[in-house]
């Protein structure tokens, strides 16, 4: 009642004067009130000093003192709300965010923070309107751009995306976290030039900026750049040294460099510091898996497969674990597995393409088994082919074959990924190391089947692929030179051992010719024929038996007859037997 004069009628209707009567009740409750405004103020400012140098519980119990002073205050609604995000209670955090906004609807940061729970929660369309808000009541909020161009960069709206960082950048060029995000999408991308670009532009701004120099090392890996991706990481852990992504890109750039001790410690380092981190899990999976050590493997797929069940590390790992229960001849948890992959199938770019590979031919397997398996015949007293590749040898997997009129039961030994250049190529590489590894754990004298397939053959692959990078060379000089290095090395590595070599053809294509022109095809199946005669001539003249699964696959022009193949590219698992029966060579024969 500041208008009133001390002598004036008190308003409160008693006849009194004002100074007799509420003035100074009213005093008293003025006062009051600015000491609650005071306080606020206060508690607010302190509040955030713990909050900005993350003393969360300081921070939090001085935003509870200020609603109990006020519980309407927005201001502590709005911070209790990031709070509660950053402890991952997106729920809590939008019902919070959003009541500081029915009483002060004015403020773009409100609904600024508001977004990242929507986002967390799968809910993109809430989240970016909650950015067109703050956009609407401040246009050149250039935090909120790059905040929804994330949102749409997890919608796999690039353009959008790309458009909203470019337009944050416009508003505050010296924008860090925006050219960090650009760098993201382009990465996403492919156009890992114009993204390193972008990661050197928020480095030069933030020099100790520790995510762009984790991120820079992805990149540069994609460029060929293995040591600057490895410097990268480094320098991220040296800025810091917590950083549980880091060491796990870490891991990867070390595991490709076969250095998988090493690896293996990186992926565990980041699983000390983040113990939910289903890709650390997943890769560590893979890199156990490589060693041989497949329970362990299985341990950490598992723990991928829960903690991200319908992401790429789950996903991933769900493969890797039917793959892995398929060969431990456990056919129902394959089965499981793979239901519970399915939904890799869904997926769309690159780095899911291996998987789905391997999910649809182990479903394919489990099918093929339950209706047809049965008819296979079972051999008393087999002894056992040990038989080591890539995908192929899952087809071989458990089927009894006989090989010069005695039994045998075929057992996998899977190296994910082989190329028959791998094992001839000069230099070490992680299928060398598992081949090698793998060698060791067969028995002396052991038979030993080589089934890595058709992948040095493909028109997009391989020798092919070779060729068009070096046009000096010719077709059939890399085709020889691929298959003697090949041969030489493995005949090697098994020498010492006396163990038995059985080299298995190249079959004949079974792939989609709809996009392979004339030419092409013409070249394509007449490598095919070139590869496979070389491989016959090889191994059988440094005493190694050869399989010749071309001639039985061949309908006459190196296209698949249709009789064996059980997709584009593996054969049926009766195959197996059919080759064995009708197309095994003997060295000791010729």
């Known amino acids: 009642m500041e208008n009133l004069s001390r002598n004036d009628s008190c308003p409160c209707g008693s006849g009194k004067k004002y100074k007799r009567c509420c003035l100074q009740r009213d005093e008293a409750l003025a006062a009051s009130k600015r000491a609650e405004a005071a306080a606020i103020r206060k508690h607010i400012q302190a509040a955030l000093e713990h909050h900005q140098a993350g003393r969360i519980p300081q921070a939090e119990a001085l935003y509870q003192q200020v609603l109990r002073i006020d519980q309407n205050n927005p201001d502590a609604l709005h911070l209790m709300g990031v709070i509660a995000h950053q402890a991952g209670n997106y729920d809590m955090a939008i019902e ?14 409100y ?36 905040n929804m161009g994330n949102v749409l960069r997890d919608q796999n709206r690039f353009d959008e995306a790309l458009a909203c960082y470019h337009k944050a950048i416009g508003i505050k060029p010296k924008f860090v976290e925006a050219h960090f995000n650009l760098g993201n999408i382009l990465k996403d991308q492919g156009k890992l030039d114009e993204a ?3 990661y050197q532009k928020a480095l030069a701004i933030k ?4 995510d762009a120099y984790c991120n820079l090392a992805v990149v540069l890996d994609g460029l ?19 950083f549980a992504e880091a060491y796990n890109n870490l891991g990867g750039l070390l595991k490709d460099q076969h250095k998988l001790d090493e690896a293996i410690l990186c992926f565990q380092k980041a699983l000390a510091i983040k113990p939910d981190y289903a890709e650390a899990y997943n890769n560590l999976g893979d890199a156990l898996k490589n060693r041989s050590e497949l329970q362990e493997a299985i341990a950490c797929c598992q723990k991928a497969l829960l903690l991200d069940p319908n992401g790429l590390p789950g996903l991933d790992s769900a493969v890797r674990l039917a793959t892995l229960y ?9 089965a499981r597995m793979i239901e519970l992959a399915r939904p890799i199938l869904e997926k769309t770019g690159s780095k899911f393409r291996a998987a789905q590979a391997y999910c649809r031919y182990i479903d394919m397997l489990l099918s093929w088994w339950q209706q047809a398996g049965p008819a296979l015949q079972s051999l008393e007293g087999a002894e056992t082919i040990y038989v080591i590749g890539d995908s192929h040898i899952l087809s071989a997997h458990n089927v009894h074959i006989l090989k010069a009129g005695k039994p045998f039961l075929c057992q996998g030994r899977w190296i994910e990924g082989c190329k028959q250049w791998h094992l001839g190529n000069e230099d070490g590489n992680p299928y060398k190391d598992q081949f090698q590894s793998i060698i060791q754990s067969i028995p002396h004298y052991a038979t030993i089947l080589m089934s890595i397939g058709e992948i040095d053959c493909r028109p997009d692959e391989g020798i092919i692929k070779a060729w068009k990078k070096h046009p000096e060379k010719t077709i059939e000089g890399i085709a ?14 098994a020498a010492p051992r006396s163990q038995k070599i059985i080299i298995s053809g190249v079959p004949a294509t079974n792939l989609s010719l709809e996009n392979i022109a004339g030419d092409e095809l013409k070249q394509f199946v007449g490598l095919l024929d070139i590869f496979n005669s070389m491989l016959r001539e090889y191994s059988l003249k440094a005493g190694m038996d050869f399989l010749d699964v071309f001639t039985m696959t061949n309908s006459g022009n190196g296209i698949s007859n249709g009789q064996w193949h059980l997709d584009s590219t593996h054969l049926r698992p009766d195959a197996v037997v059919e ?12």
């Open 96 to 109: 919070l965010i959003n009541r500081a906004i029915q009483i002060k609807p004015s403020d773009p940061v």
């Open 111 to 146: 609904y600024n923070n508001l977004g990242p729970a929507y986002k967390a929660l799968s809910r993109p369309e809430e989240a970016i309107a909650s950015y067109q808000h703050a956009i609407a009541i401040k246009p050149d909020y250039a935090d909120a751009y790059s």
């Open 196 to 198: 390193v670009a972008s």
């Open 207 to 210: 020099p100790d900026f520790a």
């Open 224 to 242: 060929g750049k293995t040591d600057a991706a490895i410097a990268s990481c480094q320098k991220a852990l040296a800025l810091k040294p917590d």
């Open 326 to 334: 398929y060969l431990q001849g456990d056919l129902p948890q394959a």
């Open 480 to 493: 020889h030179a691929t298959a003697a290095a090949y041969l030489k090395y493995v005949s090697q590595i």
């Open 579 to 590: 080759a064995f029966e009708k197309h095994y060579l003997s060295a000791t024969a010729r």
